[in-house]
């Protein structure tokens, strides 16, 4: 345990960073962080090898199946779709990227997994399908069909986004 | 300005990244849960002693919002009360990025004075001073000789969004204690721990974050577009009156580099001598010229 504690001291916060990402949330990230590393002290075997990709592996594989097994995540869209909506407005205030973040919450588990290792990562396809264990073709449209969703899901944002860039240029034209 | 969806995600994932904390003890806290599960699973073979384990660690897991949650109601409720019974004169000093200023309330009495010259020289007045026999607010430029009418510029609470930036600034210049008070009656507060202010433990009560769009001209005019406001309210546990607010303001999402505003208000809470009810209310100087408005000034 005092050697893990010592790697996570180094390591941690970029493994809790990804946790918090495919969850969606800093607390539901370390509880996924801790879920992993529980995994990782049962199979003691890998304490002396690759811990920083076996718990990556891990956090990937637990958060899609956490989501899985709890088959929520297609009644959990509904909602949030639903309150997107509803807050469009309110959120109009909200910085366009933080909402980006929050978007990516509804998108399935595997096209967040793979979104996140793609953008936050910066893993290549191939890397991506080793990790999650499927095939590049899968990862391509994994991040094809959630970047898509993305853009549907933040049309009103980027509408409200681009009238004030415009409204901005035209105040501009008036002066000059 | 970039609206590409990939572009916002990855800088989206970059501004959330720098929100995650460094986890400490992660391996013993992971140690100690698989022990406990460990346990857990041995009494299994014992039957009911695994049932009242299991019961047991439900019980405590799920019991800690709850609790934390009536705590805040709790503690909010007697800082409320706190707030609506005193009588007492309220005297803050803020220090700010850009400067110092202090605050003065008593009832419907306020007065907000920035200070220029190092701290020494009144550079303007914002409050409520008596006209004809009346309560009115008035803003009052030294620099500029000149004073003139002032609306009441102050929402209720931070229940909205122009209210909750108000409390990234410093202490607004109407009734203070009435706007806490209606902030955390509505909500808009959580109670988040201890902190020791000038050896005191006091107990901390935080504002929810909010963000703001800028008005276009003035986000033009800094080259940002997004403005945060937090906030932290220090309260004295034995009188639940609040000894100090820590607040920023953080402008981003421009190309200028991120702007933070922040301000300290140490609190006092003075006894209502006619010489400290005297502070809260303005006195226009003689020979000063009235103008239209604040804006003139």
């Keep these: 345990v005092e050697n893990l504690e010592r790697f996570l001291a180094q390591r941690g916060q970029a493994l809790l960073r990804i946790a918090a990402m495919l969850t969606g949330s800093i607390e539901a990230g370390e509880d996924l962080l801790q879920s992993a590393i529980e995994r990782l002290l049962r199979q003691q075997s890998w304490l002396g090898g690759d811990l920083e990709g076996y718990l990556r592996r891990t956090l990937c594989n637990l958060a899609t199946d956490e989501f899985r097994r709890q088959g929520r995540w297609r009644r959990k869209l509904l909602l949030l779709q639903a309150?997107?909506?509803?807050?469009?407005d309110a959120t109009a205030g909200v910085d366009l990227r933080d909402a980006m973040v929050r978007l990516l919450g509804q998108l399935p588990p595997q096209q967040r997994t793979v979104l996140v290792l793609r953008y936050w990562e910066q893993l290549t396809g191939a890397e991506t399908a080793e990790l999650l264990g499927c095939s590049e073709d899968a990862v391509k449209a994994a991040a094809s069909r959630g970047l898509s969703r993305l853009r549907q899901l933040a049309g009103p944002l980027l509408h409200d986004e681009a009238h004030l860039h415009d409204m901005a240029a035209g105040t501009a034209e008036e002066r000059s | 300005m970039n609206l590409d969806v990939e572009d916002l995600l990855r800088a989206g994932l970059e501004r959330f990244a720098e929100q995650v904390p460094?986890?400490?003890g992660?391996?013993?806290k992971a140690a100690r849960a698989h022990r406990r599960r460990m346990a857990i699973r041995a009494a299994a073979g014992v039957g009911a002693a695994a049932i009242t384990a299991a019961v047991a660690l439900a019980a405590t897991s799920g019991a800690g919002g709850a609790m934390q949650a009536r705590t805040t109601a709790y503690m909010v409720s007697r800082v409320e009360n706190a707030l609506a019974s005193q009588h007492l004169v309220f005297r803050g000093q803020t220090t700010t990025t850009l400067g110092p200023s202090v605050s003065w309330v008593y009832g419907p009495r306020h007065r907000f004075e920035e200070l220029g010259g190092n701290g020494s020289q009144p550079y303007l007045d914002l409050g409520t001073a008596l006209?004809?026999?009346k309560l009115t607010n008035v803003y009052v430029a030294y620099y500029a000789h000149t004073w003139s009418l002032l609306p009441e510029p102050i929402p209720a609470s931070a229940c909205s969004r122009t209210g909750a930036l108000e409390m990234g600034t410093p202490v607004p210049t109407s009734n203070w204690p009435a706007f806490i008070h209606a902030t955390l009656a509505c909500g808009a507060a959580a109670m988040t721990g201890h902190a020791r202010i000038d050896g005191m433990d006091t107990l901390t009560i935080t504002g929810s974050p909010v963000s703001e769009k800028l008005p276009a001209k003035y986000a033009k005019a800094i080259r940002e577009k997004w403005l945060q406001a937090r906030w932290i309210l220090y309260v004295n546990?034995?009188?639940?009156?609040?000894?100090r607010l820590a607040s920023s303001a953080r402008t981003y999402g421009g190309p200028a580099p991120s702007?933070?505003?922040?301000?300290?208000?140490?609190?006092?809470?003075?006894?209502?001598?006619?010489a400290n009810i005297a502070k809260a209310l303005i006195t226009i100087p003689p020979g000063y010229r009235r103008v239209s408005s604040p804006a003139n000034q």
Excluded: D, K
């Design chain 2, 26 to 28: 992660l391996a013993h």
């Design chain 2, 131 to 133: 006209i004809g026999g």
């Design chain 2, 237 to 243: 546990p034995r009188t639940y009156l609040p000894v």
């Design chain 2, 22 to 24: 460094v986890p400490t």
């Design chain 1, 83 to 88: 309150e997107t909506r509803a807050q469009a």
């Design chain 2, 259 to 274: 702007f933070l505003f922040t301000s300290v208000t140490h609190i006092q809470w003075l006894p209502p001598t006619a």
